[in-house]
Every structure is written in structure tokens, then in C-alpha cells.
């Protein structure tokens, strides 16, 4: 049965879908992450002719992070006077600076500032990109633009370590690092092109990144997304040692498990897609329960090559979609604030991304493999009850008992048990309380 939950609604849905701005977009996205991975596979040669340490060099993949967390929780604030169109594509520009930057640098301190840059990109872009695909496309149609995004994404996290190594070994990592420029300006070209002006939105008195917590329902989406991204990378950062050690496959077979993960991402992302319109808290809730079962039938299959096999392709078909829910499920919630929450889920989710590598590197160290899948599955399954939780409280909100929200940000419509609203059309145009 179709879930019966309460949507905010929208006003100026467009009437018909820009899916070229949105291609453009999920173009950018794809160059974003690329560049952002790419390091992973050039630490060495990059080290050697820049005269640092490889670990010194590893910082250079730290610092974007940083800097996306940082410009993530500011971006909204800090351009919202500016037409969207305008910041999207100053935010590519950077891509295309950082790019040539890091390609030319001299030395260590020029290659980080063009690092840093591409964080404020990747941080900026990422916090915009939910509230600008959906002024593209019409309500129905924003789960599918968001699954474009997404598909970009795991393209580019497939692909962009052995392409980069790959490249290094015949153009050196000046080279490699270079490829991205083309197709970062081809981007901005395409987004210029295909962005319609998007006037700033932005209200006298609209609430900061953090005040939104204030409200229930944001805190606890964000805390069962902090969960879901914590566990998904406490697992998948250790996964070439885990394949190496406890499956024992080959490298050729390691790049090969990588690749069907990457590509079953990609297939999840549209299947996930079509079912957000009325499942949307019944897939929040179960993706990452299936996602901790894989984590313990790795634990309990993980010496089998073909069983861990099927079981990383799973994990890439339900893993890569989780994004996809969460931006749907943020476009639905916040339709008023829809810039400022991307800032805290970019920023939550970078700062689980770590938290999660970095509690399980200490397991995977001092307690063994295993216990670093098995924090994975806990953590996961704290974010599936999370989600069951934020379904409760929106069916509180909706048959007005038992949950109370004392300063709600909208007034909202019930929808009916399809999920669209009576009497309007999926192209109709919403309206919006003040």
C-alpha cells in the first residue's frame, strides 16, 4: 500500500522538464567526483615530483573534504541575493580553475590551494543541486532528476581511480589531472546554455543551516542519514583489504567486483527512482536494513568469491541509491528551505563519510576485519529505525495528534493514498504558504 504522508506544497512547479540543465548538472557532478577521487591513484608520483611525502600528499584529498563541509554550511547565506544560474555556474568555474591549477602547480602549497578550491566547488554545487533540479522538473519528476545526479556520481567514483592510474602510467599524473578541464569547461558551456535564470528565492529571516535542526523531523532525517552514510563507508573504505586478505581474489578480479558495484549503482539509482512518488519512507527505511544484512553475510560468506561477488553488487545497487531517497525526501520536507537543508545533509554527510572511515580503520586495526562490518551493520540498522521513526512523526504531523511541531516552517495538503494531490494534475501548478 501507497504511503499516506503529508507533503508540503510547491508553488511555479514547472510545466515541462529542463532535462538538458539537468544533464549539464549530473556532467558537472561527475567531473566534480572524478577530481575529488582521482588523487587515490597518483599519491606516488605526485609525491615524487612535488618533493613530499605520500602522506603529505593524502591531505590533498582531506582538504576538499574540509572545505566542502565548510562552504556547504555558508553557501546558501552567502549568495542569497545572486540568481542560482549565476552561482552554479561561478561554482563550475572553480572546477575549471582548480583543475588547472592543480595540473600547473609549481609545488605543494599551489597544488593544495587548488584542491581547496575544488572543495568549495564540490561543497557548493552539492548543497544547491536538490532545490535547482527542483525548479527544472515537474514534483513527480524530481526523484528522477535527482537520480541523474546520482548517476553521474557513480560513474565518476567507478571510474575515476583506474582511469587515473591509467592515464598516469602514459601522460603522468600532470596529464591525468588535466583530462578534467575540458570536460569541466564543457559543463559550464552546457550550463550556460541550458539553465534558465533561477532568481534567488531566499526570504528576510530564512533560517541558517543549523536552526533547521530545531525542527523534529529535520533532526531526525539528518540523524538516520549521519547513521546510513557512517556505517555505508565504515564498510566500503576497507573493502580492497578485506577482498585481498579474507576473499583472496586478484587485483584484476578486485577492479572487476569495483566496476559490477559502480554500474549496479547505476541501475539502482533508476529503479529506486520510480518508487520514491509512494514508497519513499518504506525505501528510507529498508535500504539500509538490506545494506546491514550485506554487511553481516559478508562477515559470514566473505571467504567465498562468488558469494561475496553477488553480495558487493547488491551493495552497490542499494548503497548508490540511498542518495537519491534522502534528496527526495529533503525536497519534500523543506520545499521552502530547500538550499539551506542540502548545506546540512552535504555537510552531515561529509562529516559521517569520515567519522564512519575512521571508526572503522581503528576496528579494522585493533579488533579485526570483522568487527569493522559488523559496526557497519549496526549503525545501519539504527538508520532504518531512525527512518521508521521520521515516518511516524510525519503521520503524527499529519493526523494532527501525538506529535507536535510548536513553530511549523509551512502549512501543508494531505496527499491522497497515491501520493499526488486531489484534483491537480502532476504538471499543475502548487501554491505555497508564506
Known amino acids: 500500500m501507497a504511503e499516506n504522508a503529508a507533503r508540503p506544497v510547491r508553488e511555479d512547479v514547472p510545466m515541462t522538464a529542463a532535462w538538458g540543465a539537468v544533464f549539464s548538472m549530473a556532467l558537472c557532478v561527475a567531473v566534480l567526483i572524478a577530481s575529488e577521487f582521482m588523487p587515490v591513484s597518483l599519491l606516488s608520483p605526485i609525491a615524487a615530483d612535488l618533493g613530499v611525502t605520500e602522506g603529505h600528499m593524502g591531505q590533498a584529498i582531506s582538504i576538499s573534504g574540509i572545505f566542502a563541509v565548510v562552504t556547504s554550511l555558508i553557501v546558501s547565506s ?4 545572486l540568481d542560482r544560474r549565476l552561482v552554479v555556474t561561478s561554482l563550475t568555474l572553480l572546477l575549471v ?13 599551489v597544488l593544495m590551494i587548488g584542491r581547496a578550491l575544488l572543495g568549495v566547488a564540490i561543497g557548493g554545487f552539492w548543497s544547491m543541486s536538490t532545490a535547482i533540479v527542483m525548479r527544472l522538473v515537474p514534483e513527480d519528476a524530481v526523484p528522477k532528476g535527482l537520480a541523474m545526479l546520482n548517476a553521474g556520481n557513480a560513474i565518476a567514483a567507478t571510474i575515476s581511480a583506474p582511469i587515473g592510474s591509467l592515464l598516469g602510467a602514459y601522460i603522468g599524473w600532470r596529464g591525468a589531472f588535466f583530462t578534467v578541464v575540458p570536460l569541466a569547461l564543457l559543463a559550464l558551456v552546457w550550463q550556460w546554455i541550458s539553465l ?14 543549523l536552526s533547521l535542526l530545531a525542527r523534529p523531523e529535520v533532526a531526525i532525517g539528518m540523524a538516520s542519514v549521519m547513521l546510513l552514510f557512517m556505517g555505508q563507508f565504515a564498510l566500503f573504505t576497507y573493502l580492497r583489504p578485506f577482498l585481498e586478505t579474507v576473499t583472496g581474489v586478484p587485483i584484476s578480479t578486485l577492479s572487476l567486483l569495483l566496476l559490477l558495484m559502480g554500474l549496479a549503482g547505476i541501475v539502482g539509482t533508476y529503479c529506486v527512482s520510480g518508487l520514491l512518488r509512494t514508497r519513499l519512507f518504506s525505501i528510507l527505511g529498508s535500504i539500509p536494513l538490506v545494506m546491514a544484512a550485506i554487511a553481516l553475510l559478508l562477515i559470514a560468506y566473505g571467504t567465498s568469491s562468488v558469494v561475496t561477488g553477488a553480495l558487493l553488487v547488491a551493495w552497490g545497487f542499494f548503497g548508490t541509491a540511498a542518495p537519491v531517497g534522502w534528496g527526495t525526501w529533503l525536497s519534500r520536507t523543506m520545499p521552502d528551505d530547500a538550499e539551506t537543508g542540502g548545506g546540512l545533509q552535504v555537510a552531515t554527510i561529509q562529516l559521517a563519510i569520515t567519522m564512519g572511515a575512521s571508526l572503522g580503520g581503528v576496528l579494522f586495526d585493533t579488533a ?5 562490518f559488523a559496526l557497519a551493520a549496526v549503525l545501519m540498522t539504527g538508520s532504518s529505525a531512525l527512518a521508521a521513526v521520521a515516518w511516524r512523526y510525519k503521520q503524527g504531523i499529519r493526523h494532527g495528534f501525538e506529535f507536535e511541531d510548536p513553530q511549523p516552517p509551512y502549512r501543508s495538503r494531505v496527499d491522497d493514498c497515491d501520493g499526488s494531490i486531489p484534483g491537480a494534475g502532476p504538471n499543475s501548478a502548487r501554491s505555497r504558504s508564506s
Open 196 to 209: 534558465p535564470s533561477l532568481p534567488s528565492r531566499r526570504k528576510e529571516g530564512s533560517p541558517n543551516v
Open 97 to 109: 580553475m582548480s583543475g588547472a591549477i592543480v595540473t600547473f602547480a609549481p609545488n605543494y602549497v
Open 78 to 81: 552567502v549568495t542569497q541575493r
Open 368 to 372: 579485526g576485519w570483522w568487527t569493522t
